[in-house]
Structure formats: structure tokens, C-alpha cells
């Protein structure tokens, strides 16, 4: 048997096998229809769920080997999950319509029947051990659940994983677990209310918060109002801008990584947490972003948490998949996983 994990973002969805110790298959993607409504998105992920496992089949078949049966979905997303209901309680609109989406229900029933799915090897017969398994948590929680599993959390008794690149996420992995909080969003660290940032609207609508400032369409906005480039057309040509040594590029790419590293102390400072993982396409930008965003963060913290372990991702992309998967596991069989 194994588990299909889904990562599902705001641009494309990305979906592969996950066998019971991590291990993923092939990954295969499909533009995510954003704004099409929540039934278009549902579509493209069950689409997608049935194009891993035709996949899977036929490479199966040219090899002779046996294909196991698909028995949980596990799908990383965009927006603030109630997991135990696989219901989405508040999202951005980076998914149009996506608050309310029931993702567990719709998943299930777009998948009822396909072939694969169910826990049966392809052909036979399932039983009736009753619906899919479909497990639902925010995509940030699933990138942390894949660190603390296998990546640079592994082993670690609790970490604070940080993702910084069109948003700012984060999330509090306790005991190799996610922390969800009585309202669903524990480690929502993007909305803190941060020096810097004022005046700045945050995707939430509230002017003054982290994402504001430290996000990569922030830095790209930052540093065109204080009249940059007009040729730099994104977050990545600013940043290759300050790596090269322009002066403003270099100015607004050290604010704007500054105020991640004084986020990130507020958080640690409360926590306390063993290991502090910081992934995402800036934490990639390489010395330009992540040095003043760990001098920030030294600089805040008292001297008994100045050499908090602080460290990049380490999964890539398949984390939030391996994460996700990690949680249908669990639905299936909480033995199966290992702590």
C-alpha cells in the first residue's frame, strides 16, 4: 500500500506516491486554476491524483511489478484547514472562493471508484473497508510535518519552520507534529504586527504585519516605491540586483529580511523551540537575504537562546508532499509512521 501525498498552491499543484517511510515517487504537476472556484481546483487535484497512479501503473507494467493500491490522500493548502473536518475556515484570494471549500469531501468523491484508490493493488478487489481516506492540512504545517519526519527537523523535539517566499508562513511542530491551535492557526507568524512594515497592507487587509514587508511580492513592491528599476520585474531580479551590489537593492533586500529575522526572534523568544528551519524561494536566495535576516534574529534574542540552531530546509520541494502524506499515514494507522 501506499499514500498519495498533494501539495496545493496558489500556482500549480504537485502530487506524487509516498511510500510508509518518506520515500516519494515521480512528482507530477498541473497549473493550479486559481481562480476558477473551488470545484475547478478540486477537479485538477482529483485529475491529478489519477494521473500519478496511471503513472505509476504503467511504469509498473514496463518493469513487470506489482502496483500497490493508493489506501489515504494526504493534500497540503493554501489557507487556514480545520483538519479534522478537511474544511477550509479562511483563505486569501490567492484561491478564489477557497474559505468553506470542504477539500476532504470533495476529494473523496471525486476519487470514489477511480482505480487505484482505496488500499487495493490495481484490478482487485477492495472490499468494503468504506471511503477514502483523505487527510487536509495547511501547506505550511505539511512542509513542517516532512522536516520534522525526514528533513532538517528529523529528531528534534520541537521547531519552529518558517517558509518566506509569496507569503510568509510558519508553523510550531511539537513532538513531530504540527501545532493547530483552538482556532486553526497556530504559527500564522505572517500577520504579526512588525516594526517597518507600517502603513503597509498585508494580504490579510490589515495594514502593518510581517507579510507586508518580508514576503517576495513585498520586497518587489518595497523596492519599486522607492524607485527602483522598472526593469526589475520581480522579487528574483531584486534580488540578483542587491547580490550584484546595487545600493538600493541591497537596502530594501536587508530591510525586508531584517524584519524576518525580528519575527522570528518574537517567536522564539516565546517558544523556545530546539531548531528553527527556514525554507522558501528567499530563504534560496543565498548570503544577500538569509545573513541580515540571521543577524536580525541574533541581535533580538536574550543570551540563553543566541545560539538557537537555525537552519535551511532541507526536503525542497517535495517537503509539504512528504509532510501531507505523513498525515494519511496516520489516518490509516498512527503505527505506521514512525516518531
Excluded at 496511471?54 to 489515504?72: F, I, L
Excluded at 468553506?100 to 469531501?105: D, I, K, L, M, Q
Excluded at 473523496?108 to 471511503?131: I, K, P, Q, T, W
Excluded at 525554507?279 to 541581535?299: D, F, K, N, S, Y
Aim: charge should be negative; include cysteine; glycine fraction near 16%.
Amino acid at each position: 500500500m501506499s499514500v498519495l501525498g498533494v501539495d496545493l498552491g496558489g500556482t500549480k499543484i504537485a502530487a506524487a506516491l509516498v511510500t510508509a517511510d518518506g520515500v516519494p515517487g515521480p512528482v507530477l504537476t498541473v497549473p493550479t486554476p486559481a481562480h476558477d472556484g473551488p470545484a475547478a481546483i478540486l477537479d485538477a487535484v482529483a485529475g491529478l491524483a489519477r494521473a500519478v497512479v496511471a503513472d505509476a501503473v504503467a511504469s509498473a507494467g514496463a518493469a513487470g511489478a506489482p502496483v500497490p493500491g493508493v489506501g489515504a490522500v494526504g493534500i497540503g493548502t493554501a489557507g487556514v484547514v480545520d483538519v479534522g473536518r478537511g474544511v477550509i475556515v479562511s483563505s486569501t484570494d490567492a484561491l478564489t472562493g477557497w474559505a468553506g471549500t470542504e477539500v476532504a469531501a470533495g476529494v473523496r468523491v471525486r476519487l470514489a471508484g477511480a482505480s487505484g484508490f482505496g488500499g487495493a493493488a490495481d484490478g482487485e478487489d477492495r472490499g468494503s473497508s468504506g471511503a477514502l481516506p483523505v487527510f487536509v492540512e495547511n501547506d505550511v504545517d505539511a512542509h513542517a510535518a516532512g522536516e520534522a519526519w525526514l528533513g532538517a527537523a528529523a529528531g528534534a523535539s520541537s521547531a519552529l519552520m518558517v517558509a518566506v517566499g509569496t507569503g510568509v508562513g510558519a508553523s510550531v511542530v511539537l513532538a513531530g507534529r504540527p501545532l493547530r491551535g483552538a482556532h486553526h492557526v497556530a504559527g500564522e507568524m505572517g500577520h504579526l504586527p512588525i516594526g517597518g512594515a507600517d502603513g503597509l497592507r498585508c494580504s490579510c487587509g490589515r495594514p502593518g504585519h510581517l507579510e507586508s514587508i518580508g514576503s517576495g511580492p513585498a520586497l518587489h513592491r518595497l523596492y519599486r516605491a522607492r524607485g527602483g528599476d522598472a526593469a526589475a520585474l520581480d522579487t528574483r531580479d531584486v534580488v540578483a540586483r542587491a547580490s550584484a551590489g546595487e545600493a538600493l537593492a541591497l537596502r530594501v533586500v536587508e530591510e525586508s529580511a531584517s524584519a524576518v529575522g525580528r519575527a522570528i526572534a518574537a517567536v522564539v523568544t516565546v517558544l523556545d523551540p530546539a531548531v528553527v528551519v527556514v525554507g522558501g524561494g528567499l530563504a534560496g536566495a543565498g548570503p544577500v537575504w538569509w545573513e541580515p535576516m540571521e543577524r536580525a534574529l541574533r541581535a533580538e534574542v536574550i543570551d540563553v537562546l543566541a545560539d538557537v540552531p537555525l537552519v535551511p530546509a532541507a526536503l525542497g520541494g517535495t517537503a509539504a508532499i512528504v509532510g501531507a502524506a505523513r498525515g494519511a499515514w496516520a489516518l490509516l494507522d498512527p503505527s505506521d509512521v514512525e516518531e
